[in-house]
């Protein structure tokens, strides 16, 4: 896979790309991680248990929603058929599906979701054999992840927009 970060400057425009607001994003992480690292040093430290058993472990993570990074994660890969079929509208329909694969930059490669809600949009007719997925973590809330995903073929046209919403699990 491709970061859009890592594309040409032509590229992350057609793509809609706009690496200020990346840059943003990263600083309002960095900020957050130090903020939370001072408050953690001035938190006094709670007592050791003896021993977390399984049951425990499952009781403190119990009704805690994984957060999501504000600012969203891009993701950028390329997929085609194995087989190397022509892309059809019902391979672009499957690729847009996986938008669960830009959840792992935004909460760790364990997290997976089933899906509530999923929409894809044609604005174009499929060509080729590969498709540029560019996916998008808009947000997410209570244990809910927004994911949005623009295809394109390998001329960089835009061949369909999609969304899709997940209930998270991890």
Known sequence: ??????????????????????????????????????????????????????????????GQAPEIRPGGVDLACWIRARCGAPLDRRLLAVVADCAFLALDDALGPTTRGSSLDNAIRFVAPPVGEWVLAAMHVNGGENGIAHVATRLFSEEGILLAVAAQTMRLRG
């Open 1 to 62: 896979s491709i970061r859009l970060h890592d594309l040409s400057p032509e590229l992350q425009a057609a793509f809609g790309y706009n690496p200020a607001a990346e840059a943003a994003a990263a600083a309002a992480d960095e900020k957050r991680a130090k903020d939370a690292a001072a408050l953690a040093k001035a938190r006094p430290a709670e007592p050791k248990r003896a021993s977390a058993t399984a049951f425990d472990t499952l009781l403190q993570s119990f």
